[in-house]
């Protein structure tokens, strides 16, 4: 097991440079009158969209043509057609989908006492597989589902036991950790949302203790593990105060990122309850944002985003209080867009909404390799009446 010791570089300076973006591209608009690359009356909601490395977008809609079943809308970067590629029976719900460099969208359908399973739809072949049985396996519930480029799915279930694991399924599946249980070394009381890459490393919070200690007096740490011939290889990336008196940290956000690279961003909060960006690489780790400088009043907790190019793209409140779409890195912070900025729409000019209550954005953003960024926000006209919830995708200049 590897620990390393934790040393906080400030903005340090990188060839990192963040790019200069285009203007955002709508790729839906839900209204109930009318409605952008989507069937009528269909509706969003907390809407997290993914996005591979060809620019391709999929999500979940929460209702669909008319009907109270949820989705999954996908669109390729490089052509004009949209298509729903999945419909859920109208007494299932479906897991957010993503999708990976092959065109391959994985996702799972489930009923409130049991997962139907993990599935896969090759958006070349038009066909969806089953990678995995939810009843055969015991399964109630499916989360952060991905196919990795080399067709591994892997995914957060929850038994019929109630305990959370982390998984692998090619051919057959693999545990990779268990709540409960000692796994690495690290006894686990709880899995949180887990991150993994291409080489199959996974990074994620765990709170560590036995099973049932997961109230906030126990501790929390930030883990790496890589696959070995002999096992799993781990790297402490960040710990708590409550295990290490010498942390900076009093606790962390539950969203951990990873890039292809092996890039780790996690949220910290420090001893004033504020909270930071942080970026781990190689044992170092750099604090990107705080909050309070950098114009940036508040990180919101919904999951940041890396990618190899030490790129962050995330959620935020500027001095104002208005929520925005940021990217940071080494070279600095940038604000792509955000409430009551003027952003094109399909019916002409309009704007991110701005009202003090009800929020512009919604869901988890992500970033691809290319800095390419999608969100989900919510549309309206240059004097602020809404016209629906949209989703767009917005890329770097030249791209």
Partial sequence: MKTLGLSLFFMA?????????????????????????????????????????????????????GTPNQAVWYKAKNESKWQIVYVAPED????????NDRGEITFSPYSEVLSDGLFVFDTKSGTTIEKLAGPA??????????????????????????DRGFYEVNGGLKTIAMEGQKNFGTPSAYLFK?????????????????????????SDQILL??????????TIVAQDNKGDVNSPFTGFGNGVSMAQNGLVVFVGYDKSNLKSL????????????????????????????VNSNGVVAFRAKNEKGLRGIYVASKDGIKRLLGEGDSIP????????????????????????????VVF??????????????????????GL
């Fill in 225 to 234: 593990v890589k696959p070995t011939p002999q096992g799993y290889d781990k």
């Fill in 278 to 305: 942080i970026l781990w690489e190689n044992g170092n780790i750099t604090t990107l944002v705080r909050e309070g400088q950098g114009g940036i009043s508040e990180i919101e907790l919904f999951s940041p985003k």
């Fill in 137 to 162: 396996h015991k399964m109630v519930f499916m989360a952060y589902v991905q196919t990795l480029n080399d067709g591994t799915s892997v995914f957060r279930g929850m038994g019929t036991d109630f």
């Fill in 13 to 65: 300076s990188s060839s990192w440079a963040l790019p200069a973006y285009q203007a955002p591209e709508m790729q839906v608009r839900a209204h109930y009158r009318n409605a952008y690359n989507l069937p009528p009356l269909t509706y969003l909601s907390n809407t997290s969209p993914s996005i591979n490395n060809h620019g391709d977008v999929t999500f979940k809609l929460m209702a669909v043509d």
């Fill in 345 to 372: 729409t399909d019916l002409g000019p309009g704007q991110i909404l701005q009202r003090k209550d009800f929020p512009g954005f919604a869901g988890d953003i992500d970033i691809n390799e290319k800095n390419e």
């Fill in 194 to 218: 887990p991150a993994v890459n291409d080489q199959k490393h996974w990074a994620f919070k765990v709170r560590v203790g036995e099973r049932g200690e997961i109230g906030n007096e126990q």
């Fill in 92 to 99: 299932r719900y479906v897991s957010d989908p993503t999708v």
């Fill in 376 to 397: 989900a926000c919510v549309v309206a006209t240059t004097d602020n009446q809404i016209t629906g919830d949209a989703v767009y995708r917005i890329s770097p200049a």
